[in-house]
């Protein structure tokens, strides 16, 4: 993969460059901390010591995509996360550097919403942040698991810590270049969390009502119907989906058991899947789902999963207790087909339309595989003069890169420049004050971006 260094230009860039693919502005990233949240949303698994920063997303992004966090820079996250399908994998199982994966990706889209903390389907991770290094760290998925001749996480390091983009990115983000499998981590875990959905149908008819059990008026009367099937007991006529799958994030409740399906890719029952993605966004735009449902993607359709609940086959070891009935005696609903019908156009009003083409989430790279990241700004450089102690003054106040190293220059001829370094500060501005020269003269003045020895 061809990755561009990091661009030693002044701060004469041309605007055009803002909107080209392959092109980051590091001066001024995409919003990813302030993205807006509709107020009935209050489950946030974010911990105190990760919240989202725009530049922390930035980079979480730019690795979430890179390539070269594989063994043979072949395979990315977003090889098995894909935008264009809710952040999961159409295929059964992805393909790694040395293999498939032991499970169905799952989509990835609003997975900060929720009380359940732990991920992967058998919630062997603490947090976004533990599970966002561990398919880096297997030797099928990403090939740097220190076994079977492959190299460890150091040696991961070592291959980053070489990229002058990367010696930016961490400089920026966290105070210096030092690249550690915790920041990974933490810097993923915030792109993933930032990954959000909340232009639906039901968002829409949720924002015009006080709470999910009202008629939604933007929902056809089978709809509302489904939202109330989803949303009621057994024993009031509804299905009980929302007591594991919680409203209005439809996340996954945190005490839920296994849902019955035990099969697994290497053909052992595996009780052990007990978490699960938020069901918004299930189907695409065009009502297609993004290949197979559950953690071996055995159920092809939303009308395949609704008939697993209305039916459990069998009593497993670690069956959610919600899905058994007196005796030992497994769900038996008995839904008409009307009402399958009705709760499956439901499930289908869960599904948002900018997620799959935002550009803050998708790939930063060019289609050559390439990156440029702009380090000086081009917009929003200020000058305000004062006098002081009788001479007069020139504040020069300009956004950069935070914690990131510059050249302040200056020069009478444009051609001979006097160079001083100065930090930007660790909330991305450049301030540098300087005396004016005499009337009649000329000076100029400009930022360079030059790496430390």
């Known amino acids: 993969m061809k990755v561009k260094p990091i661009i030693p230009l002044l701060a004469a860039l041309v605007a055009s460059a803002f909107s080209q693919d392959g092109v980051l ?9 302030n993205q807006p949240i509709p107020d009935y949303i209050t489950k946030d698994n974010t911990p105190a010591d990760n919240s989202i920063t725009d530049l922390g997303a930035t980079l979480g992004r730019v690795m979430f995509y890179d390539k070269r966090l594989s063994a043979n820079n072949a395979v990315s996250c977003s090889s098995c996360h894909q935008q264009e399908h809710a952040f999961g994998d159409p295929s059964v199982a992805s393909v790694g550097v040395a293999g498939t994966t032991g499970r169905h990706s799952m989509r990835l889209i609003n997975a900060r919403f929720s009380d359940e903390s732990r991920f992967f389907w058998d919630e062997r991770a603490d947090s976004a942040e533990d599970q966002a290094t561990q398919p880096i760290q297997d030797h099928k998925e990403m090939g740097f698991s220190g076994t079977e001749g492959d190299g460890d996480f150091s040696d991961l390091i070592e291959k980053l810590s070489g990229y002058e983009e990367y010696q930016v990115l961490f400089q920026g983000v966290y105070g210096d270049p030092q690249i550690t499998e915790e920041r990974v981590g933490k810097s993923l875990a915030q792109f993933v969390r930032s990954i959000q959905s909340f232009d639906s149908r039901y968002d829409e008819g949720r924002s015009q009502v006080a709470n999910d059990g009202q008629p939604f008026p933007n929902f056809t009367a089978n709809e509302n119907a489904g939202k109330q099937i989803f949303l009621n007991p057994p024993n009031l006529g509804g299905a009980g989906c929302a007591g594991c799958h919680q409203p209005p994030e439809f996340s996954i409740d945190p005490a839920s058991g296994n849902n019955g399906i035990v099969s697994s890719f290497s053909g052992v029952s595996d009780f052990t899947n007990t978490r699960a993605p938020s069901l918004r966004n299930l189907v695409d735009r065009n009502g297609s789902p993004h290949g197979g449902f559950m953690h071996d993607a055995s ?3 939303i009308l395949a999963v609704i008939n697993h609940y209305d039916s459990i086959p069998e009593n497993v070891t670690g069956l959610d207790t919600r899905l058994l009935r007196a005796g030992g005696a497994t769900q038996q609903l008995g839904l008409t087909e009307q009402q399958k019908a009705n709760l499956a156009s439901f499930l289908e009003t869960l599904t948002g339309n900018a997620v799959y083409t935002d550009e803050r989430y998708a790939t930063p790279f060019a289609e050559d595989g390439s990156l440029e ?3 000086l700004p081009n917009h929003g450089t200020t000058m305000d003069f004062s006098t002081v102690d009788d001479q007069m003054m020139v504040t020069i106040h300009s956004p950069a890169v935070p914690n990131v190293s510059y050249l302040f220059q200056t020069s009478s001829d444009l051609e001979h420049w006097e160079s001083t ?19 009649g003269t000329s000076q100029f003045y400009r930022f360079a971006y030059q790496a430390e020895e």
């Open 299 to 301: 159920l092809t359709t």
């Open 421 to 439: 370094r100065v930090t930007a500060s660790a909330d991305g501005w450049l301030d540098v004050m300087t005396p004016t020269v005499q009337s």
């Open 373 to 375: 990241l702009l380090v």
């Open 25 to 33: 502005d590091l001066t001024a990233p995409a919003n990813y901390a």
